[in-house]
């Protein structure tokens, strides 16, 4: 499941994310890696941004990005 | 000695640079409000030992004069050495420079920060880590072992809460005795080694919501997130214009009854009239005085800054100072971030243009967080063309007050629907990529009243420094020009646009002249001309566009550079002929009505978005 799909308020494991270089790196650098629990926040209507929470932080992924993270079950 | 400030963005590397070296660093809560860096120099007393009570800094009760300068400089925030915008850059080639890292951690976050810590580690300087935010793991209920941390990165580490202050004169010592011998680790696997560290020094402890993390939930709420927002703007610019005007007529009062007797005593000892008078005073009656329309340099230019536009300048500043500390301006970001892929931008363009609101100046340097040449080409140029700052909004209130509020509503839609029209064909033209939205979203932080008037005072004091020579000598210069006959010739000269487009009188060219330096001063320039409504809305709409104020031009060629500055004035200028040209048509075909030509223009700027929507998508299904 993409993070796109999935539902707000669940948990889940990032399992790959299917982005280049400068993308992987600079989620990684916030803390959003292969791995990682994240539990997702909210995604804003009409297509807007989703919101994770990777332990203590908070990010907002533009939803072209959220296609591209798939997701597993913890 | 020189002294970085290293960490990722927002951990409040500024509040610990004004608790170090007293220089004033702006802070807010959002990642990026420090662009480039900003130095300042730490003074240390070196301890006296005949002197008890002197540890600090400022010791009051010896003076010795062993002090020892070290400088410090506040990097822009990075989350890795590997740049990617503007602002990273600068901190990246700053790095070489520093003989010590202080590598400024938000405790609160420690895993995500120790990714730089250790990429820091790996250089040969000595690194001290300030573990800051320190008050928030308290009430975040984040325990971390300070000491075994330090053992296990090998450097100090010292907790400190920037925003009051607490833990820097622990750090200061700690920079004085610095580890001099540093061997630089190497990390085979970062994030395994950073979770080592992390499961070892911190636990956490569960407890409830607080308030502010439910309103951090309820603003970015899928649904009610949006209309909440849009409910908050409108909301905070009411709160503006009637605060505005109250203390506008508070400074009126306060003129008429301490200023007013003064400027006729001058009037009686300049003899009443005579060049001076013309020029330092204007046209003044001999006992009462208009100070929007008298013009001259101590009348209408005193009253225009202190009475007209400080106190719109006080209020926006209080509110957008409140905001951006509190965290809100990041998420206003997020819920427009589709929004602003209309015109060719992410989300966080809508920062740069916030601050806009306040002086374009600020707002055009805040581009330098946007990663593509393409979002900062269009935010700058939008910024520049469409934006009104506070000052230039300020005498627009006042001044268009008298025509009713279908003028007002009139002027306010041409330029938002210019925004809106313009950005589309930007968002076709432009080349370039525009990234999508990645970014961090600070938690709310309840702003500190010391913090908030700090900020707010280094703001009016940049106001009122920088406005008042340009407005006086502005008016001053435009006085002498009127009595040489300069204005005259120059109105000739303009007349084919400014009375044959734009249908006004030919003397609004000293407007336009004095609008170059300031925007203020050029829009006060149209009240003695008594213009009707439509002369009204195409005089102000063309001063807002034509061309920023000269402090604007000068930011802009320094971020965008010769050819895309140029570029961005060929479009002012095309842009403000048409408008102006929209303007005047238009209200011959809906008979001079505000609010018909209101409808017919937002109604035409949703019409240009729909379709450069649909050939922008067109576009991007052909590339795939």
């Known amino acids: 499941m993409t993070l796109r799909e999935m539902k707000i308020g669940d948990r889940g494991i990032i399992r790959i994310i299917n982005g280049g270089r400068g993308v992987c790196s600079k989620l ?8 990682v629990q994240i539990v997702k926040k909210s995604a804003v209507m009409g297509g807007g941004p989703i919101i994770v929470e990777a332990g203590t932080t908070q ?16 | 000695m020189k002294v970085l400030l290293v960490g990722n963005p927002n951990v409040g590397k500024s509040a610990i640079f004004t608790q170090l070296t007293g220089v004033n660093a702006r802070t807010s809560n959002y990642p990026g409000t420090t662009v480039s860096y900003t130095s300042g120099t730490l003074t240390v007393v070196r301890k006296n030992p005949a002197c008890a009570s002197c540890s600090t800094i400022k010791c009051k009760s010896c003076h010795i004069p062993d002090t020892e300068k070290i400088e410090v400089i506040d990097v822009p925030g990075i989350y890795r050495l590997d740049p990617e915008c503007e602002a990273e850059q600068v901190a990246c080639r700053l790095m070489p420079e520093g003989d010590i890292y202080v590598n400024v951690v938000d405790a609160t976050n420690l895993e995500r920060n120790l990714n730089l810590t250790l990429q820091l580690l790996e250089f040969k300087k000595p690194v001290i880590i300030a573990l800051n935010m320190w008050d928030d793991t308290i009430h975040k209920g984040i325990s971390i072992d300070v000491d ?13 809460t920037g925003i009051t202050g607490a833990g820097v004169d622990k750090l200061i010592q700690k920079i004085l005795h610095y580890p001099k011998k540093v061997t630089p680790k190497k990390y085979k696997n970062r994030w395994q080694a950073i979770g080592e560290i992390v499961t070892s020094v911190q636990s956490l402890e569960h407890r409830h919501h607080t308030f502010l993390e439910r309103l951090q939930d309820i603003s970015v709420h899928p649904l009610a997130g949006i209309p909440i927002a849009i409910a908050i703007i409108i909301a905070l610019f009411q709160v503006i214009i009637v605060t505005g005007e109250f203390l506008v007529g508070l400074m009126e009062q306060l003129f008429d009854r301490y200023y007013t007797p003064f400027i006729l005593f001058l009037s009686r000892l300049l003899g009443g009239g005579g060049l001076w008078h013309e020029i330092l005073l204007g046209d003044i009656s001999a006992d009462k005085i208009d100070y929007e329309a008298a013009m001259g340099v101590l009348t209408t230019g005193i009253f225009m800054e202190l009475g007209l536009v400080f106190p719109y300048i006080l209020i926006f500043y209080l509110v957008l100072g409140f905001l951006e500390d509190l965290g809100y301006l990041p998420r206003i970001a997020v819920l427009f971030d589709r929004f602003m892929h209309k015109v060719g931008l992410h989300g966080f363009s809508i920062i ?29 140029t939008l910024t520049a063309i469409t934006i009104p700052c506070m000052a230039q909004s300020a005498i627009i209130f006042s001044l268009t007050a008298s025509y009713g509020t279908g003028h007002v509503i009139a002027i306010l839609i041409t330029i938002m629907a210019l925004w809106v029209v313009l950005g589309s064909f930007l968002r076709l033209t432009v080349k370039g990529t525009t990234d999508t939205l990645i970014m961090e979203i600070p938690p709310y932080r309840l702003p500190g009243f010391k913090v908030l008037m700090r900020n707010l005072g280094t703001r009016l004091y940049e106001f009122l420094t920088d406005a008042f ?10 006085n002498i020009l009127t009595m040489l006959g300069v204005m005259d010739f120059l109105g000739n000269l303009a007349k084919p646009v400014i009375s044959g487009v734009f249908g006004l009188p030919s003397e609004a060219v000293s407007s336009y002249l004095i609008g170059i330096v300031r925007k203020d001063a050029s829009v006060a320039l149209l009240e003695p001309l008594a213009l009707n409504g439509v002369q009204m809305i195409t005089g102000v709409t063309t001063l807002i566009i034509y061309f920023p104020c000269m402090a604007t031009f000068v930011v802009l060629l320094k971020e965008l550079g010769f050819k895309d500055t140029a570029k961005s004035m060929l479009i002012m200028v095309e842009v403000t002929i048409l408008t102006g040209t929209w303007v005047r048509l238009t209200m011959l075909i809906v008979h001079n009505s505000p609010w018909l030509y209101t409808l017919v223009t937002a109604l035409f700027a949703i019409t240009v978005m729909v379709v450069a929507n649909r050939k922008a998508m067109q576009k991007s299904s052909e590339s795939l």
Not at chain 1, 59 to 74: Q, T
Not at chain 2, 363 to 369: F, Q, S
């Open chain 1, 28 to 35: 990684e650098s916030l803390g959003l890696r292969e791995g």
């Open chain 2, 352 to 380: 740069p243009m916030m601050l806009a609101l306040g002086c374009n100046v600020p707002g055009v340097m805040a581009i330098r967080n946007l990663e593509s040449r393409r979002q900062r080409f269009i935010t700058a």
């Open chain 2, 469 to 478: 020579p340009y407005v006086l000598g502005g008016i001053l210069f435009v």
């Open chain 1, 59 to 74: 990010i907002a992924l533009g939803c072209e990005i959220a296609n591209k993270i798939i997701v597993g079950h913890p």
């Open chain 2, 148 to 160: 075994k941390l330090s053992e296990m990165l090998g450097v100090p580490v010292v907790t400190t």
